[in-house]
């Protein structure tokens, strides 16, 4: 099965077309990264008026890359929720219109299910069951995956998301917007990840999570011993990121012990830092545990993974109807 999928809910707009559920044929993503960064953050006025003037031409791009005519498209995916709920607006109407004038059954996906068959669309992809570290902008959640339709929140952050907390960090310390990938290159050039960060870990038998700590933490350092050149920033990058990549380093093998389980896998837009995966994967291989991350391009936002997302779903009849709506939270 040919299954377009669609992804709108922040800001990225994106067209994809995944056969038999795992094979991707086309993934475009549309960035309004430029148009954002001025204003450090994500505007969503902006956001929802980018994606109506760039969903037309996605689609279209992504559709003539995957070299398939439109009669070859047997479902439609798009992304639900949760995010903006104007920009996931734009793309979930898209998609059924699109469903509606050429009579495909559509599938309404949660991002968040999304990211994690993100896992699927590569090989090596871990058998069930493994336990999957989500890391995105909005969220961290720690879950139990027994089966493509199964997992278990087995924890989640209580306050900051990690990708959220980079970007905090990096605005800290002017590097601008998106501030993961830009701070992650910036802790290389760091002598030392000295500075004593604190690495919360709250119960240490338990799978949530919480940053703020660390993000006020950086943010009276930076206060007290303003940083005077790169050099200074690059220690505090590396030492916020190495308490970042400690705490989630320990929860993932702490859930990996506690379900007997030797896979763990990581994704979501922080996924595409290989300074954290490989810190992982020297963690993991002391216990025999092995580590599994999609390619960075299918880290961040994408419609690849809704499209496998949604192609499961249409394969076991869950269809969305024509009156369904986009939601900004997680139900779950
Ligand atoms: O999954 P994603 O593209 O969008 C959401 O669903 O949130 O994740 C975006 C987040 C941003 O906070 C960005 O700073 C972070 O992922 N990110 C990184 C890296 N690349 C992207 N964080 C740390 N290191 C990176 N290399
Ligand atoms: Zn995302």
Do not use: W
């Not at 871990?126 to 959640?141: D, E, Q």
């Not at 290389?188 to 006020?216: V, Y």
């Amino acid at each position: 099965m040919i299954v377009l999928g669609i992804e709108s809910s922040c800001d990225e707009t994106a067209a994809a077309l995944v056969s038999n559920r795992r094979q991707v044929l086309s993934s475009v993503v549309a960035s309004q990264i430029e148009v954002h960064r001025r204003f450090g953050g994500v505007v969503p006025e902006l956001a929802s008026r980018m994606h109506i003037e760039a969903i037309e031409s996605v689609v279209e791009q992504a559709i003539d890359q995957a070299g398939v005519s439109y009669a070859d498209i047997q479902g439609v995916a798009a992304t639900r929720g949760p995010g903006l709920l104007g920009a996931l607006l734009v793309g979930f109407s898209f998609a059924k219109a699109f469903a509606f004038a050429r009579n495909l059954p559509l599938a309404g996906v949660n991002h968040l299910e999304a990211h994690i068959h993100s896992l699927f669309l590569t090989e090596p992809s871990p058998k069930f069951p493994f336990i999957a570290l989500l890391v995105s902008g909005g969220h961290t959640n720690l879950y139990y995956v027994t089966s493509e339709n199964n997992c278990e929140l087995m924890g989640q952050t209580r306050d900051d998301a990690v990708g959220e907390s980079f970007d905090k960090v990096a605005r800290m310390l002017e590097l601008g917007y998106p501030g993961g990938p830009i701070l992650e290159r910036l802790a290389r050039q760091a002598d030392s990840d000295l500075i004593p960060f604190p690495r919360t870990l709250l119960e240490k038998d338990k799978f949530d999570f919480s940053f703020s700590g660390l993000k006020s933490a950086v943010l009276r350092h930076t206060q007290a011993n303003p940083p005077a050149n790169d050099k200074d920033r690059a220690q505090i990058a590396a030492s916020f990121q190495a308490a970042v990549m400690y705490v989630l380093t320990f929860k993932i093998l702490q859930a990996a012990r506690a379900k007997s389980c030797f896979r763990v896998a990581v994704c979501g837009g922080v996924a595409a830092n290989t300074t954290f995966l490989q810190a992982l994967e020297k963690e993991a291989s002391k216990e025999n545990i092995r580590v599994f991350a999609p390619p960075a391009s299918l880290c961040g936002d994408n419609a690849a993974m809704v499209a496998a997302r949604g192609a499961v779903m249409l394969e076991k009849g869950q269809f969305s109807s024509m009156d369904e709506d986009v939601f900004s939270r997680n139900p779950y």
